[in-house]
Every structure is written in C-alpha cells, then in structure tokens.
C-alpha cells in the first residue's frame, strides 16, 4: 500500500491539480491567439474607407475579452505559486482551470463571435478552432 489507508482519493484528487493549472493556462494560450487573430481581422477589414477597429463597437469586446484573459491569467499564477510551494491549491486549481474555459470561450455579446466566424469563413482559416464549445 501506497500512503494512509482511506486517504486514495484526496491523494487522486491532490495529483490531478497541476493538470488542471495546465488546462487553465493552454485555455488561456487559446483564447489569446483567438484575440489576436480577431484584432487583426478588424484592422484588415475596410468598410467605408475605413478600419472597423476604429469603432468603439468593435474595440469593446475585444477589450473585455482581454479582461477576462488577464484576470484568468491571474488565477493561473496564483495556482501555479500555491502548487510550486506544496500549499493545498486545490480550489485555486480548479477555479484556474474554470476560468481560463470561460475567458476562452465566452463571447462578449455576439460581436466577437460573428468576426470568428467571418474569420473562420475565409480561405485557408484555421480560426474556426477557436468558435468551438470547451465542453
């Protein structure tokens, strides 16, 4: 036997939290590039001689959902120091990994989702990765 008697499954659980601050931050790594590929899909796109990021509809969801990337972010690191310094990390672990999902796949109303998907439609796009559901 392997550890106290009984304790199997807090020591599963226990193993399975740097797995869960990886997901988080891969989540994290996702949703980043899907920012960046968005942000330049709006400098690139002209309409009436002019580049839709230059409207605010178009720069505020692309700044929430930088929000939302940093602030997951934050709880990755706040995880990953806990488990670096063998403190239980358990709750921080689990909220790095729900977070950094949701920062990743949450779409600020709509907007950012269709420029994905007008991203996705184009020739040679590998961005309809990004529209896909975490779950």
């Given at each position: 036997?392997?550890?106290?008697?009984?304790q199997g499954l807090s020591y599963i659980l226990h193993s399975l939290n740097p797995e869960r601050i990886l997901?988080?931050?891969?989540?994290?790594g996702i949703g980043h590039d899907a920012l960046r590929r968005a942000t330049?899909?709006?400098r690139e796109r002209v309409v009436?001689?002019?580049?839709?990021?230059?409207?605010?509809?178009i720069q505020h969801p692309l700044a929430e959902r930088w929000m939302y990337l940093e602030s997951a972010w934050l709880m990755?690191?706040?995880?990953?120091?806990?488990?670096?310094?063998?403190?239980?990390?358990?709750?921080?672990?689990n909220a790095a990994k729900f977070?950094?999902?949701r920062a990743r796949?949450?779409?600020?109303?709509?907007k950012l989702s269709r420029y994905m998907a007008a991203l996705a439609m184009q020739?040679?796009?590998?961005?309809?990765v990004y529209i896909a559901s975490p779950h």
């Open positions: 036997m392997i550890g106290e008697e009984g997901i988080g931050a891969e989540s994290i330049v899909y709006a009436f001689d002019r580049s839709i990021d230059m409207n605010q509809g990755v690191q706040k995880a990953t120091e806990l488990n670096d310094l063998g403190k239980p990390c358990g709750a921080e672990a977070v950094a999902a796949a949450t779409m600020p109303p709509g020739k040679n796009s590998t961005s309809s």
